[in-house]
């Protein structure tokens, strides 16, 4: 069993919709969960980070953390053409080998269609 | 502020040379990390820093792999005996801390060709 899992995609939306883009993770031990965004060509650019369960919002972006259910997921509301990347999320894995080792999924491919 | 650097942006070389990758990661930043993500895949982790020590080697491929990392700042990954394998985006990232909620900047990587 992959550690983050994450929908490889490609996920389409229409301009102007939401975006939802979803993340499972393996342990239950998680504290810490990251999203990041990759364009392509591109380094992964950290744009959300939430430590406890529930939702939180920036500006467009909102990210929900369900630690019952180990999962998070990441909404971008009114999707733009420049929205359009790969997005990462990444998760604290909890203390392994003497530091928080951080796993990353192997991304979800979003297209935002004109 | 300044961000994360790396040097070269681009380096193409000949099967069997070495190479040196560098990075400078943010001031003040205690963790540094490096990864290799090839073309359409995700990232794969190679080591991690906690100032000049890397209590984690276990991403390093192979042995013609080594890092290090000098006053607590700049790190170089060098790869010996390129092949053409190891053609990929060389990542660094660094944090504040290693041992809370690890916040991973990235820099704009490396892209290494081995011809």
């Known amino acids: 069993q992959k550690e983050v899992e994450q929908n490889s995609g490609p996920l389409s939306v229409p301009e102007g919709a939401i975006a939802s883009l979803n993340c499972t993770y393996s342990d239950r031990g998680s504290q810490s969960f990251f999203w990041y965004r990759q364009y392509s060509g591109k380094s992964p650019e950290l744009i959300m980070f939430i430590y406890s369960n529930g939702d939180k919002e920036d500006g467009r972006f909102t990210a929900q953390l369900n630690k019952a259910s180990q999962y998070v997921s990441l909404l971008i509301r009114d999707s733009q053409p420049s929205d359009s990347a790969t997005y990462l999320c990444a998760v604290n894995m909890g203390y392994s080998g003497g530091y928080q080792k951080v796993t990353f999924g192997t991304g979800t491919k979003l297209q935002v269609i004109p | 502020g300044a961000g994360v650097s790396q040097s070269p942006s681009n380096k193409v070389t000949e099967k069997g040379k070495d190479v040196e990758l560098r990075c400078d990661p943010i001031s003040g930043h205690t963790a540094l990390y490096w990864y290799r993500q090839s073309l359409g895949q995700g990232l794969e982790f190679l080591i991690y820093f906690q100032g000049n020590s890397a209590p984690d080697k276990s991403g390093l491929p192979s042995d013609r792999f080594s890092a290090e990392r000098t006053g607590g700042s700049v790190s170089t990954l060098t790869i010996q005996r390129t092949q053409q394998e190891d053609s990929a985006v060389y990542l660094c990232?660094?944090?504040?801390?290693?041992?809370?909620?690890?916040?991973?900047?990235f820099g704009p990587g490396t892209r290494l060709t081995v011809t």
């Open positions: 990232a660094s944090s504040l801390s290693a041992l809370t909620k690890n916040e991973q900047y």
